[in-house]
């Protein structure tokens, strides 16, 4: 059974920094390409970044270029992403993801205060 518990969210102000982290369990972690989502209130959910499974990252969303990083641990089956710099238009619910087969895990709330 595929498990993705996320962690690290919280609330923190403008210019602070958070590290996410992704448990994943039921899959063999390693071998698969893994995403960040996130869903800001009133907006639909968008793709942030992925990470291929050999380590390749891509950033979706031009405003995170330069202050996101998604990385992985594949000895922890540990998905991450540092966000530096942060600002409130980067509130939203971040979801960790496997993007084939899709699965998702249950989000951690982000709130950047002003």
């Known amino acids: 059974q595929v498990q993705l518990v996320e962690s690290g969210g919280g609330l923190v102000q403008a210019g602070g920094s958070l590290r996410l982290s992704c448990a994943a369990s039921g899959f063999t972690f390693s071998t698969y390409d893994m995403a960040w989502h996130r869903q800001a209130p009133g907006k639909e959910r968008e793709l942030v970044a992925t990470?291929?499974?050999?380590?390749?990252?891509?950033i979706f969303v031009d405003s995170v270029k330069g202050r996101f990083i998604i990385s992985r641990d594949n000895a922890k089956n540990t998905l991450y992403l540092q966000m530096n710099s942060l600002k409130p238009e980067d509130t939203a619910i971040y979801y960790c993801?496997?993007?084939?087969?899709?699965?998702w895990g249950q989000g951690t709330q982000v709130t950047i205060s002003s």
């Open positions: 993801g496997r993007l084939w087969p899709a699965s």
């Open positions: 990470i291929t499974s050999g380590g390749v990252t891509t």
